[in-house]
């Protein structure tokens, strides 16, 4: 925020901790920024949410394509707050008519919506169809099926958020990085004539610096992928001294540095107990027992699902279920020690929809007596209104008939993962809300996990209810975690959250409209996705493959080394315990140092040990920065976070343009190791 109080910057190393001083602050710089920006009578407009659905569409399409290629995908928040800006300013000058940040907000909330529905289409859809699943059809052939699937996906997983809200936003106020960025880039782009001028400006400037500096590195990196993306510091420096352990620990488990700059960028504004948790986590597993496990040959190596004796696994697939269980166990915890309100939310939602079937037989409404009082100072009117009870109900009604009709997965099922998906977005939020990471595909394990015994003879009915399963939690998860960001960034802009939730229905009608032609586009073009015996596939699939063992894992050819087993239990009780002590015994001095169990879960579940190094340096960077320089850290700290997450997804769409162009990769090898080393 461009104009922000010591406090603020203070309380960025407490973001879990109920602060009524800290949320008094954020009300007065709500109200102050209230005064610098044009007043809008209406915040969501069909403008805006059009021009995000479309911009949103942009994403999807890229979102598909990288998804199929590496196994990753890009949030389109910033993309519909930098480009809706541009476009929805330009119209308002032709038409004379306002546009202010909350318009703005409803123009990114409509993107995210409409950009993110990718994730079962580069997971578990293909999966089915490599495994014969269904049938002897194709995608072509399926369309009425896979349209049907992607409404429930949306329509479900939107409406699945709504309570969320009072829990991760108010209550824990969790960073949420990127869609703090968005906040930020948003109102920065906004202030242009106020009591605040001159830190607008200096705020809009090093978010413009730090953005095109951070794209254009991420579209260099392109063509020189070693200099310019990866350094192999440990393998240089092994090779140097001719000590293979230490090439070892850079080629074989990934110890390297990159040029990430929207990790730079979300470890600036990540605490601090975070950023080690998630490191201490990464280097147990993929630095010094996955390692010692591998010497002694009991695991195989850093990846793979498959185990191949007489290994029981890999790294990657050992400690999935210890990372997993201490993420679920320690996001329970933070509900169990923070949920009043949030089970005040949900019975308010119940009492709301026993009070519409009462309107209908003409009773009396019934009345809320509790005595509870919410910390939420949104005004009533802008609220998400009680119908959203009823969306939820349909559209769960809906998904179960989707997924029985269409992709024989039994209604007991469907219900059951369900309920399960409600637990596990609990566990995808806390994840994203602190590091800006959205564990879907652990999420999805679990879920493969619970649905891997279920009683039918027809192996093939038994896996697809596996995989469908772990898709709809998969897609409930990324959903929420979509939704309650773009309720983050309303929050910190002072948009209302109905606007929100008009944005995300806009913008999930495109997603709808866009999500299954491209998959037909692409599967056509590259029949190799679904079939992976073609040779010469330019699309390596490596989130398919990652589902598809596990399923043949989990119903028959495989199971869970006991050892993986115990340690799950011992680390599931743990998270508990950490939890309560520092909710109920911990000194407040403490608790920014205390142990975050849920990032040490997820450095277990990340093989990509490149990840928390980044943040690290973005952290240390910004520690030294706050010391050296407090007031501009205050001033300028999220401005230039926002700028270096916003380059680095946009360069994203840019490299995947080129790619999809015919453009070559990769064309000046620097830094790619000597002889046969093949770094890069």
Same mark, same amino acid.
């Given at each position: 925020?461009?104009?922000?109080?010591?406090?603020?910057?203070?309380?960025?190393?407490?973001?879990?901790?109920?602060?009524?001083?800290?949320?008094?602050?954020?009300?007065?710089?709500?109200?102050?920024?209230?005064?610098?920006?044009?007043?809008?009578?209406?915040?969501?407009?069909?403008?805006?949410?059009?021009?995000?659905?479309?911009?949103?569409?942009?994403?999807?399409?890229?979102?598909?394509?990288?998804?199929?290629?590496?196994?990753?995908?890009?949030?389109? +928040?910033?993309?519909?707050?930098?480009?809706?800006?541009?476009?929805?300013?330009?119209?308002?000058?032709?038409?004379?008519?306002?546009?202010?940040?909350?318009?703005? @907000?409803?123009?990114?909330?409509?993107?995210?919506?409409?950009?993110?529905?990718?994730?079962?289409?580069?997971?578990?859809?293909?999966?089915?169809?490599?495994?014969?699943?269904?049938?002897?059809?194709?995608?072509?052939?399926?369309?009425?099926?896979?349209?049907?699937?992607?409404?429930?996906?949306?329509?479900? !997983?939107?409406?699945?958020?709504?309570?969320?809200?009072?829990?991760?936003?108010?209550?824990?106020?969790?960073?949420?990085? @990127?869609?703090?960025?968005?906040?930020?880039?948003?109102?920065?782009?906004?202030?242009?004539?106020?009591?605040?001028?001159?830190?607008?400006?200096?705020?809009?400037?090093?978010?413009?610096?730090?953005?095109?500096?951070?794209?254009?590195?991420?579209? $260099?990196?392109?063509?020189?992928?070693?200099?310019?993306?990866?350094?192999?510091?440990?393998?240089?420096?092994?090779?140097?001294?001719?000590?293979?352990?230490?090439?070892?620990?850079?080629?074989?488990?990934?110890?390297?540095?990159?040029?990430?700059?929207?990790? &730079?960028?979300?470890?600036?504004?990540?605490?601090?107990?975070?950023?080690?948790?998630?490191?201490? !986590?990464?280097?147990?597993?993929?630095?010094?027992?996955?390692?010692?496990? #591998?010497?002694?040959?009991?695991?195989?190596?850093?990846?793979?699902?498959?185990?191949?004796?007489? +290994?029981?696994?890999?790294?990657?697939?050992?400690?999935?279920? *210890?990372?997993?269980?201490?993420?679920?166990?320690?996001?329970?915890?933070?509900?169990?020690?923070?949920?009043?309100?949030?089970?005040?939310?949900?019975?308010?939602?119940?009492?709301?929809?026993?009070?519409?079937?009462?309107?209908?037989?003409?009773?009396? *409404?019934?009345?809320?007596?509790?005595?509870?009082?919410?910390?939420? #100072?949104?005004?009533?009117?802008?609220?998400?209104?009680?119908?959203?009870?009823?969306?939820?109900?349909?559209?769960?009604?809906?998904?179960?008939?989707?997924?029985?009709?269409?992709?024989?997965?039994?209604?007991?099922? @469907?219900?059951?993962?369900?309920?399960?998906? &409600?637990?596990?977005?609990?566990?995808?939020?806390?994840?994203?809300?602190? #590091?800006? $990471?959205?564990?879907?595909?652990?999420?999805?394990?679990?879920?493969?996990?619970?649905?891997?015994?279920?009683?039918?003879?027809?192996?093939?009915?038994?896996?697809?209810?596996?995989?469908?399963?772990?898709?709809?939690?998969?897609?409930?998860?990324?959903?929420?975690?979509?939704?309650?960001?773009?309720?983050?960034?309303?929050?910190?802009?002072?948009?209302?959250?109905?606007?929100?939730?008009?944005?995300?229905?806009?913008?999930?009608?495109?997603?709808?409209?866009? =999500?299954? *032609?491209?998959?037909?586009?692409?599967?056509?073009?590259?029949?190799?996705?679904?079939?992976?015996?073609?040779?010469?596939?330019?699309?390596?699939?490596?989130?398919?493959?990652?589902?598809?063992?596990?399923?043949?894992?989990?119903?028959?050819?495989?199971?869970?080394?006991? =050892?993986?087993?115990?340690?799950?239990?011992?680390?599931?009780?743990?998270?508990?315990?950490?939890?309560?002590?520092?909710?109920?015994?911990?000194?407040?001095?403490?608790?920014?140092?205390?142990?975050?169990?849920?990032?040490?879960?997820?450095?277990?579940?990340?093989?990509?040990?490149?990840?928390?190094? =980044?943040?690290?340096?973005?952290?240390?960077?910004?520690?030294?920065?706050?010391?050296?320089?407090?007031?501009?850290?205050?001033?300028?700290?999220?401005?230039?976070?926002?700028?270096?997450?916003?380059?680095?997804?946009?360069?994203?769409?840019?490299?995947?343009?080129?790619?999809?162009?015919?453009?070559? =990769?990769?064309?000046?090898?620097?830094?790619?190791?000597?002889?046969?080393? !093949?770094?890069?």
């Amino acid at each position: 925020m461009a104009t922000q109080m010591s406090e603020k910057a203070d309380y960025s190393e407490f973001p879990q901790e109920k602060n009524l001083q800290q949320e008094s602050i954020d009300l007065k710089e709500n109200m102050e920024d209230e005064e610098e920006y044009v007043h809008e009578d209406r915040q969501f407009t069909w403008r805006a949410a059009i021009v995000g659905s479309l911009l949103g569409c942009v994403v999807a399409a890229s979102n598909l394509y990288l998804g199929l290629k590496i196994g990753w995908t890009f949030g389109a +928040a910033l993309w519909g707050s930098i480009f809706g800006f541009l476009i929805l300013k330009s119209m308002s000058r032709m038409t004379g008519t306002i546009f202010g940040p909350k318009e703005n @907000t409803v123009c990114q909330a409509a993107a995210t919506s409409a950009g993110g529905l990718s994730s079962g289409f580069v997971t578990a859809i293909p999966a089915m169809y490599r495994m014969g699943l269904m049938g002897n059809s194709t995608p072509k052939d399926d369309v009425v099926a896979l349209l049907l699937w992607t409404a429930s996906a949306a329509f479900f !997983g939107m409406f699945f958020a709504v309570p969320l809200r009072s829990h991760f936003v108010i209550n824990q106020n969790l960073v949420f990085p @990127t869609p703090r960025a968005a906040a930020e880039t948003i109102k920065n782009l906004h202030k242009s004539s106020s009591s605040a001028a001159k830190d607008a400006r200096d705020s809009g400037r090093a978010m413009l610096i730090s953005f095109l500096f951070a794209m254009g590195f991420a579209i $260099i990196g392109f063509f020189i992928p070693g200099l310019f993306n990866e350094l192999h510091i440990l393998w240089y420096i092994g090779y140097a001294a001719s000590y293979s352990a230490m090439m070892n620990a850079d080629k074989a488990w990934s110890w390297i540095f990159t040029w990430d700059w929207a990790f &730079f960028g979300a470890g600036l504004m990540t605490p601090g107990n975070t950023v080690f948790s998630f490191l201490f !986590g990464e280097l147990i597993a993929f630095g010094i027992a996955g390692p010692l496990m #591998t010497n002694a040959g009991y695991l195989s190596g850093r990846l793979g699902f498959i185990p191949t004796a007489p +290994a029981v696994g890999s790294a990657q697939s050992w400690f999935l279920w *210890p990372g997993v269980g201490m993420m679920v166990f320690t996001a329970f915890s933070e509900l169990g020690a923070n949920g009043k309100s949030f089970g005040h939310a949900i019975m308010s939602g119940v009492r709301e929809g026993r009070n519409f079937i009462r309107k209908l037989s003409k009773k009396e *409404p019934l009345v809320d007596t509790s005595n509870f009082v919410s910390k939420d #100072t949104t005004p009533e009117h802008e609220l998400i209104p009680s119908w959203w009870v009823g969306g939820l109900l349909l559209s769960g009604v809906f998904t179960i008939l989707v997924m029985y009709f269409n992709f024989n997965v039994p209604v007991y099922a @469907t219900i059951g993962a369900i309920i399960l998906s &409600f637990f596990l977005a609990f566990v995808g939020l806390q994840a994203s809300g602190e #590091t800006d $990471i959205n564990p879907t595909g652990a999420v999805a394990k679990v879920t493969q996990l619970a649905f891997s015994r279920i009683p039918n003879p027809d192996i093939k009915v038994v896996q697809k209810t596996n995989l469908m399963c772990a898709n709809i939690a998969a897609s409930v998860c990324s959903q929420a975690v979509d939704m309650v960001g773009d309720l983050k960034t309303a929050h910190l802009v002072g948009a209302a959250p109905r606007a929100m939730l008009w944005a995300q229905l806009v913008g999930s009608a495109f997603a709808i409209a866009i =999500a299954v *032609p491209l998959f037909l586009l692409y599967t056509q073009a590259y029949p190799c996705v679904l079939n992976e015996k073609l040779p010469n596939c330019p699309f390596l699939v490596p989130a398919v493959v990652a589902w598809s063992n596990v399923a043949k894992i989990l119903t028959g050819e495989g199971s869970v080394p006991r =050892a993986s087993v115990i340690l799950t239990i011992i680390l599931c009780i743990l998270a508990v315990v950490n939890v309560v002590v520092r909710v109920k015994f911990l000194p407040e001095r403490f608790k920014p140092y205390w142990i975050n169990l849920n990032a040490v879960g997820l450095g277990f579940i990340n093989p990509s040990p490149a990840i928390p190094v =980044a943040m690290l340096i973005g952290w240390t960077s910004g520690q030294i920065w706050k010391r050296t320089s407090p007031k501009t850290h205050e001033r300028l700290m999220y401005s230039i976070s926002a700028g270096l997450i916003a380059g680095v997804g946009i360069a994203g769409l840019v490299n995947a343009a080129m790619t999809i162009a015919g453009v070559k =990769a990769g064309v000046v090898k620097v830094g790619c190791g000597f002889g046969t080393a !093949g770094l890069c």
